[in-house]
Structure formats: structure tokens, C-alpha cells
């Protein structure tokens, strides 16, 4: 019974909505990882389990933030904003959508 187990999740990987972090933890190709803090994540997949923990190489974070002037209750234009992350764990819940990079291939 727990070889059949094994099979299914073999190939529920290979097949599934997993098969991109598969073919990112295979062919070390960057995706892109939309998180429920708004922010996106740009990076390699080294591992990831069932619940889309990963742990992620050379992540590149990005947000915009929306600058509110001093005085008044204006906002300003918002501004692009991102940080470089040598190697991180993400954990699962906070993964909204995961896409292939169409911009970058593999290095």
C-alpha cells in the first residue's frame, strides 16, 4: 500500500500543479512566486514539499510602496522596491500563484 502512495505522489509531481517546481528543482530555472503579502518573489526552487514550503536560492523580492507626503493626505506615486535574498524558506501558506519565468531561461 505504501508503494501505490509513493507512486501517486511521484507522479502527482511530475504531472500536477507541482511540475513546476519539479522542473525548477530539475533544471534549476528561475519562477515567480506571488505571496499573500503582495509581494512577488523571483528565484530558484532547491526544494519544496506538499504544503509549497521552498527553500529558495538568489530571490529577488519586489514591491511597490505608495510614499505619503508629510503634511497633507496625499500619497505619492508609488515606487518599485526590491531586495536580494541570497537563500530563504518560504512557507506554504503565504504562496498565492507560481509561474514559470517567461523573461529568463536557465544559467
Do not use: Y
Not at 500536477?16 to 512566486?33: A, C, D, R, Y
Request: charged share 30%.
Amino acid at each position: 500500500m505504501a508503494s501505490e502512495e509513493k507512486k501517486g505522489e511521484e507522479e502527482e509531481f511530475t504531472t500536477g500543479p507541482f511540475s513546476i517546481l519539479t522542473e525548477s528543482v530539475k533544471n534549476n530555472t528561475q519562477i515567480i512566486i506571488n505571496c499573500r503579502n503582495n509581494r512577488k518573489l523571483l528565484g530558484r526552487v532547491k526544494a519544496f514539499d506538499r504544503h509549497c514550503n521552498m527553500v529558495l536560492e538568489n530571490v529577488k523580492e519586489m514591491w511597490t510602496e505608495t510614499p505619503r507626503t508629510g503634511k497633507g493626505k496625499k500619497k505619492g506615486k508609488p515606487v518599485s522596491q526590491d531586495k536580494f535574498i541570497p537563500k530563504m524558506f518560504l512557507r506554504g501558506d503565504s504562496v498565492i500563484l507560481v509561474v514559470r519565468n517567461p523573461n529568463l531561461t536557465a544559467a
